[in-house]
């Protein structure tokens, strides 16, 4: 009684059993760490000593260290604020908003994408704190009572909304991405050899049997999460763009911004996600489950949100020239012609051209273009940020205030440093931690594994279908592989 | 406490939804079944009720909006009232993120400490299993027995015909 669709494509190949697949994901939490783990680790801790001086020089000498001036008051800081929330927003997207649509390619890959989504508000909130200047004091953003002075924090603000936004954020991802990963916790504890690795996988696997009424209540619990991460993740990125649009800074004081942010930030989110799993894929030999079709959905959802940041920009362009207001025309005007034409030039080739290569098959499932593709999206969002952000406030309405911005070196090192610190939190993760979630692939298993080979992209139909009739490992005794397949009890 | 339990061990979760019913259809009372993943179906299969955790959820929901509303009403509002940006005090649509994020927030963290709770879920050194296969690929069925197994030779027959691969007799002290 194999269940395989006439015309979905399967999602795990090679005929895995579900002890294949304990096994496949163990081994790189059980195995010594490999040299390509260690380099690539060893690369991220240099770039994390980098930000660690950064930060020291911010700290010790203030904010001066930073390329700022008066005219400009918000530069790289809050652009790599925003680039990493966005990046935050495709794991959220993939284990909620494809959770409650019922996309079950997101199996392989949410354990990951999520794990990304923590690290990358872990950057993200590095910048604003930083910001403050005496980072000792963030948590005054909290309403507390107030003893310091006499006022509560203004609730009318968006820049306190955010607060509110990103705590919530990162701790509701953080306890779905948990709760997810209890049961593979449990499935590394009844594995495990040695004393250590046996002692910390049971206390962060909590107890975990696998008892069908406590897997009942983890579906309950996910299903809600998912249904309170969807609205959450939206508002994230709706928030966040308000810090801009709420002004009155000509080019951010806009309606379109909040659509446009969550559709880029899940543009460039995307754009990573598909950078790690190229990576991931190849490093810890994950093929069978990262597959070609799974890469070439992710580029799809990449090139639809990738078009509507393109509409995006077309339309601001319109409404203002379409507004009559000079100001908002001329930043505008001045964002594509002005001194920094060269950051605008980059945004619109990388954001609105390279995704529309996706449309074609052969780019769609190519390891090398998509990969270059996600590298060259992951640039242009933060280009796109940092036109958004400086040329809006580089010439603002009094031309005797004008001014550009260029970092300093502790800007660079800020910046390369979070990359640092992500990657080192990643490659971290990627090593004790399940990189899959194994629980959601065997639940999948039996209805998407065939035994062919990885597939090529080719479309020979004839031959992928015989394929498919073959007999398989979850063959029921007493059934015939090619009895009717029966759909009612599962879908 | 000890317990025995005779553990029916299956391959498949097709053949074990079968054999569930068979063997509750034999009167048969099962204590519980372990899987690598959630099985679909299983809960009526065993005849466990829906979860009242989205009840739960809605509440601590509720809680969380009620919360923020009462915080930012009474902060700007009456405790501190500052006039900002021209604005009235207590300006609801300005409050509406804040609300939102709250809920989400206590929805969310009251429903997991609830699932935790009552699932019996905390970080323990040891965990009881009764069979280890069961987090990997095995799925097993546990059937309580009684101090001396009296029924084990019966109920082995009962999971073999079911299709159970092997059938074992675990003792457990601790829960």
């Known amino acids: ?491 | 406490m000890t317990k025995r339990f005779a553990l029916g061990i299956f391959e498949d979760e097709d053949v074990l939804l079968h054999a569930i019913d068979n063997v509750r259809g034999a009167g048969v009372k099962i204590y519980d079944v372990f899987s690598p993943y959630p099985v679909h179906g299983i809960d009526d299969a065993l005849g466990i009720e829906r979860s009242r955790l989205p009840i739960a959820a809605f509440f601590y929901g509720m809680c969380g909006l009620a919360f923020a509303l009462w915080m930012q009403i009474y902060m700007l509002g009456f405790d501190w009232p500052m006039i900002i940006g021209g604005k009235p005090n207590i300006a609801l649509p300005a409050f509406i993120p804040v609300s939102f994020e709250l809920t989400v927030f206590f929805t969310c963290h009251g429903m997991v400490i609830t699932f935790y709770t009552i699932c019996k879920l905390y970080p323990r050194i040891k965990t009881p299993v009764l069979d280890a296969r069961s987090t990997d690929d095995k799925f097993v069925m546990a059937i309580e027995l009684d101090e001396n197994s009296s029924q084990l030779p019966q109920l082995t027959q009962l999971l073999r015909t079911n299709g159970a691969s092997e059938v074992n007799q675990k003792e457990m002290t601790k829960f």
């Not at chain 1, 950064?54 to 400009?72: A, D």
């Not at chain 1, 080019?251 to 446009?260: A, K, L, N, R, S």
């Open chain 1, 1 to 491: 009684m194999q269940h395989v669709s006439p015309v979905r494509e399967p999602l795990i190949t090679s005929g895995k059993t579900y002890h294949d697949v304990t096994q496949d994901i163990c081994y790189q939490v059980e195995a010594a760490p490999n040299i390509r783990w260690m380099s690539a680790l060893g690369v991220a801790l240099v770039l994390l000593g980098v930000f660690l001086y950064s930060v020291y020089r911010t700290l010790w000498y203030g904010i001066g260290e930073w390329g700022l001036n008066k005219t400009i008051g918000w530069a790289w800081d809050i652009t790599n604020f925003v680039w990493w929330v966005g990046i935050g927003h495709a794991g959220t997207l993939i284990s909620a908003v494809l959770l409650l649509f019922r996309q079950k390619w997101r199996s392989s890959i949410n354990r990951a994408a999520e794990a990304m989504t923590i690290f990358a508000v872990i950057c993200a909130a590095m910048f604003p704190v930083l910001h403050m200047g005496r980072p000792w004091l963030a948590f005054w953003v909290f309403p507390f009572q107030n003893t310091f002075g006499s006022l509560w924090v203004n609730f009318n603000s968006p820049l306190l909304w955010d607060v509110f936004a990103i705590s919530t954020y990162f701790t509701v991802s953080l306890v779905f991405w948990y709760t997810g990963l209890v049961p593979d916790f449990a499935t590394i504890r009844d594995r495990a050899k040695g004393k250590i690795a046996k002692v910390s996988y049971s206390l962060l696997s909590m107890g975990w049997t696998g008892s069908a009424k406590h897997w009942s209540r983890y579906e309950t619990v996910s299903l809600i999460l998912a249904g309170v991460s969807t609205p959450l993740v939206l508002s994230v990125h709706t928030i966040v763009s308000m810090d801009f649009a709420t002004s009155v800074v000509p080019g951010w004081h806009t309606t379109i911004f909040p659509p446009y942010f969550v559709a880029g930030a899940i543009f460039s989110g995307f754009a990573m996600v598909l950078t790690l799993m190229l990576i991931t894929r190849v490093v810890f030999k994950l093929e069978d489950y990262i597959t070609l079709e799974h890469i070439a959905l992710m580029n799809k959802i990449m090139m639809v949100t990738g078009s509507i940041v393109g509409v995006a920009y077309i339309t601001e362009f319109f409404i203002a020239w379409y507004s009559q207001v000079e100001y908002e025309q001329y930043a505008f005007i001045n964002r594509a012609t002005g001194p920094y034409w060269w950051a605008y030039a980059s945004m619109m080739t990388c954001n609105v051209i390279t995704p529309q290569l996706v449309w074609f098959r052969r780019v769609r499932y190519s390891i090398v273009l998509t990969f270059i593709l996600s590298i060259i999206v992951n640039i242009g969002m933060w280009f796109e940020r940092f036109v958004i952000i400086v040329t809006s406030l580089h010439r603002d309405y009094l031309p005797s205030s004008w001014a550009m911005f260029s970092p300093t070196r502790i800007d660079v090192g800020i910046y390369v440093g979070t990359i640092g610190l992500f990657f080192t939190l990643f490659l971290l993760f990627a090593k004790f931690f399940p990189v899959i979630n194994m629980a959601e692939v065997k639940a999948i298993l039996k209805y998407t594994v065939n035994d062919g080979p990885t597939y090529g992209g080719a479309n020979d139909g004839s031959q992928q279908a015989s394929r498919r009739i073959a007999p398989g490992p979850f063959a029921t005794p007493g059934v015939p592989a090619s009895a009717p397949v029966n759909y009612d009890k599962h879908d």
